[in-house]
């Protein structure tokens, strides 16, 4: 396994600058680089959604060293806002 700084280098010695930007239609673009950011003027999708399912929890309901029991509060559907 290479050491972090060494990994770092070999990257960077490979690391070449682009010089200029052209545009190409994007099913030519594959293996190209952005010369500039992308914007959409839409939100997509057109609501507030979370892509995967989480659990919140407070680190001062945890111990050092040990397991805690966490009890089920609350579910939220897709595109709901918890009520305080």
């Known amino acids: 396994m290479l050491a972090t700084a060494d990994a770092l280098a070999t990257l960077l010695g ?4 682009v010089d200029g930007s052209e545009s190409v239609p994007t099913l030519e673009a594959s293996g190209r680089v952005l010369s500039a950011d992308v914007v959409s003027p839409l939100d997509v999708p057109p609501m507030n959604t ?7 929890i407070r680190t001062a309901d945890l111990t050092a060293h040990a397991t805690a029991a966490c009890r089920y509060r609350n579910a939220f559907p897709p595109a709901t806002r918890p009520s305080r």
């Open 14 to 17: 490979a690391a070449r600058a």
């Open 50 to 56: 979370s892509s995967m399912d989480g659990y919140a």
